[in-house]
């Protein structure tokens, strides 16, 4: 069970309260200071690609983030409805832009630049869907001995 | 915290340059504001624009887009795009994305406003 779970509507405005809940949860389960600011980035890219899908594809439905302390890390889960229609393809809407495939329903381009700076941040990150949508999962280890990319 | 925008025309070395002055976050709410102060300023006719991000404190994605937006409409004007940054947590976003090398990246405002291409 996540140790705080977040749900909201689809508005670009709710996504800086998703980052700020975001980097106190993962500050009390002992993420690096230094990191912090890497997990408030990724959680922000995430939550923002959620509601730019939902938008588009009018989605009523809240965009999901569960924050979870475990042992060793702690993890971040955002989900989105929008179904991925080819879920077969291992590339579909993976953290690699260029996969041929790929769900691309930003036409700026902007959420092939979310999912390129999400990879770069998080060295522990999976990108997986279905039918019931996308999830982005990544997490951070809660030790001090945190290696800095 | 909100975005907050300030412009103001500087006389340089190199010719006439508007520095837009942005403070606060960059993120998929705040970012189409400053999409529409740097559109309003290509089409108002400045073309040599100087954006002084000293002052934010979060920048994303859409931030980034809206940057490379704005990069591409002052560069069809034979313009210029440079950036005022020393914020480490800002210029990694530029350095993960490969964007370093797309934008001029200057330690001060004057700096960047006595630059030429």
Same mark, same amino acid.
């Given at each position: 069970m996540a140790t705080v779970e977040l749900r909201f509507s689809a508005q670009p405005e709710h996504v800086r309260t998703a980052r700020l809940v975001a980097a106190a949860?993962?500050?009390?389960?002992? &993420? %690096?200071?230094?990191?912090?600011? *890497?997990?408030?980035?990724?959680?922000?890219?995430?939550?923002?690609?959620?509601?730019?899908l939902h938008r588009t594809?009018?989605?009523?439905?809240?965009?999901r983030v569960a924050l979870t302390e475990e042992e060793k890390s702690f993890s971040i889960e955002v989900g989105d409805e929008v179904p991925v229609l080819d879920s077969s393809a291992p590339g579909a809407r993976s953290a690699s832009a260029a996969v041929p495939g790929a &769900? %691309?329903?930003?036409?700026?381009? *902007?959420?092939?630049?979310?999912?390129?700076?999400?990879?770069?941040?998080?060295?522990?990150?999976?990108?997986?869907g279905g039918p019931g949508g996308g999830v982005i999962l990544m997490s951070w280890p809660t030790t001090s001995a945190v290696v800095m990319p | 915290?909100?975005?907050?925008?300030?412009?103001?025309?500087v006389?340089?070395?190199?010719?006439?340059?508007?520095?837009v002055e942005v403070g606060?976050?960059?993120?998929?709410?705040?970012?189409?504001?400053?999409?529409?102060?740097?559109?309003?300023?290509?089409?108002?006719?400045?073309?040599?624009?100087?954006?002084?991000?000293?002052?934010?404190d979060f920048l994303d994605?859409?931030?980034?887009?809206?940057?490379?937006g704005g990069l591409k409409r002052v560069r069809a004007h034979e313009g210029s795009l440079r950036l005022v940054c020393n914020q480490e947590r800002i210029l990694k976003i530029f350095r993960i994305t490969g964007l370093t090398k797309v934008f001029p990246i200057h330690t001060t405002v004057d700096e960047a406003v006595a630059a030429t291409d």
């Open positions: 949860v993962a500050r009390r389960a002992g &993420v %690096d200071e230094a990191v912090l600011d *890497e997990v408030r980035l990724a959680v922000g890219e995430a939550c923002s690609r959620a509601v730019g594809n009018n989605i009523a439905a809240p965009v &769900v %691309d329903l930003d036409a700026d381009g *902007e959420d092939d630049m979310g999912l390129a700076v999400i990879s770069g941040l998080v060295d522990d990150l999976r990108v997986t | 915290m909100d975005l907050s925008l300030s412009t103001r025309n006389t340089g070395p190199a010719g006439d340059r508007t520095v606060g976050e960059i993120d998929v709410y705040t970012a189409p504001k400053l999409r529409e102060q740097l559109v309003e300023l290509v089409n108002d006719g400045s073309y040599h624009l100087v954006v002084d991000m000293e002052g934010v994605s859409t931030g980034l887009g809206v940057l490379v």
